[in-house]
């Protein structure tokens, strides 16, 4: 790495009366600020006074006692200093910052230039506070190693490993997780790199880790029951279970779903915003899209909008206190209560989402699921293809693998 340059450090020495005589100072300021020392006592004598009005000092008559600082001994004690101070400060601009304070600049980047989500600073944030910070925090970026970071990696999901209670992850990391982590690590380094506060990025070259999904354990429900979940959950609720499970919308967009998003005309439900933390924002491939209103989605929209009231074009479609937004966390309290009701395997709310694109990707293309999700990248939309149902396909290659003259086969046989 290399030093932007050597730091300014400028500095003076005084003299204090105190009880126990004349006692030397010094006072310097550097980059982290003003700093003042106490340096010995003073064996000195007045000498006049200075262009401010100030005590002149020089040099006691006699023999001057050991310890005692004359005017060149204090000065001498100041150069060394200055330059003490002047070498640990290169050293740490060399270094780079404290990460705790690069992490806290890129996220304050992120938020202010990028425009991430707030649910997007939510996340960074937490990850910064409880794990980046607490292990890396009052370190410098030129200090930490990739070493340091891998080995760390490695132990905080050995410990998540030993602690696991069905399937979930409650202390260290899963190895999704610290991919993660290590994934706003990379972003605070390469924001450091850019801005020129170091010059290299220790989480660029090393591997994340291997999850452990298993597409062909996609955890997702059948439409029996999806609504038996409905009917467990009963209302407001029920219908916001089926409109995601046969929509795909994600929980915030059902939250910020307004009824002129919905063309009860043409089957559509166009998505348009999200609502999450208190935000309302664009959905999270800042696309809007149109996805297709199946028959169980407009009965259970329809029966919604008899309530009488509050159905206008800029009304909410599911409401909360006061006509307000859902609360999202305790939706999906009531959520976890129904599956329990219902006596159905308990998943994520967010797997409805994935209810629908395994059962759309069975009938439709894998451009047009991509499409009616809200993808950015088709290898999202991939990942439902292990669902699809393959008998037609076995059908159509069949022709291709059927034999001439099965007579050949039978005697080979």
């Known amino acids: 790495m290399q030093a932007k340059g050597t730091p300014r450090v400028s500095g003076h020495v005084f003299v204090m009366e105190r009880a126990s005589g004349r006692v030397y100072y010094a006072k310097w300021r550097d980059a982290d600020g003003q700093h003042k020392r106490r340096l010995g006592p003073a064996w000195v004598k007045p000498d006049g006074k200075d262009e401010r009005g100030g005590t002149r000092w020089k040099a006691a008559s006699g ?15 100041l150069t060394q200093i200055k330059a003490r101070v002047a070498h640990a400060s290169a050293q740490r601009q060399q270094l780079g910052p404290l990460f705790r304070d690069a992490a806290d600049e890129w996220l304050s980047h992120a938020e ?3 425009g991430i989500k707030p649910s997007t600073a939510v996340g960074y944030r937490s990850i910064l506070e409880h794990h980046l910070k607490p292990e890396f925090g009052a370190r410098r970026l030129g200090e930490i190693t990739r070493r340091d970071i ?7 999901v050995a410990v998540g490993r030993r602690n696991r209670v069905r399937g979930r992850t409650v202390k260290g990391l899963s190895p999704r997780n610290a991919n993660a982590v290590l994934a706003a690590m990379h972003g605070v380094f390469k924001h450091a790199v850019r801005c020129e506060e170091v010059t290299d990025n220790p989480v660029r070259d090393i591997e994340p880790l291997g999850t452990e999904y298993d597409p062909m354990r996609y955890p997702v429900y059948s439409p029996d029951e999806v609504h038996k979940l409905a009917r467990a959950a009963g ?6 279970i089926v409109v995601s499970a046969f ?9 910020a779903l307004q009824w002129k998003h919905i063309d009860f005309g043409r089957s559509t439900v166009h998505v348009q915003q999200s609502y999450s933390k208190g935000h309302l924002t664009t959905p999270k491939s800042k696309r809007v899209r149109a996805v297709p209103m199946a028959p169980e989605v407009a009965e259970v929209l329809t029966q919604l909008r008899q309530r009488g009231q509050l159905t206008g074009p800029d009304d909410l479609v599911f409401l909360g206190e006061g006509g307000r937004y859902v609360d999202g966390s305790a939706l999906r ?7 329990k009701a219902a006596g159905l395997p308990l998943h994520r709310w967010h797997d ?18 991509q499409g009616w999700m809200g993808h950015a990248d088709s290898r999202t939309t991939a990942r439902y293809l292990h669902h699809k149902d393959r008998a037609e396909d076995a059908e159509l290659l069949s022709d291709a693998f059927r034999v ?5 086969v039978a005697a080979a046989a």
């Open 352 to 369: 409805l989402r994935h209810t629908f694109g395994t059962l759309a990707v069975d009938r439709a293309s894998e451009r047009q699921v």
């Open 333 to 339: 309290r009531r959520y976890q209560r129904a599956q």
């Open 235 to 240: 209302g407001q609720d029920g219908a916001m």
């Open 112 to 114: 202010s230039v990028r």
């Open 63 to 77: 023999t001057k006692p050991p310890g005692y600082l004359t005017p060149r001994d204090a000065q001498d004690e």
């Open 247 to 255: 929509t795909g919308l994600r929980r915030g967009e059902l939250i």
């Open 404 to 408: 001439s003259a099965p007579e050949v």
């Open 150 to 156: 891998e080995s760390w990696r490695d132990r905080q």
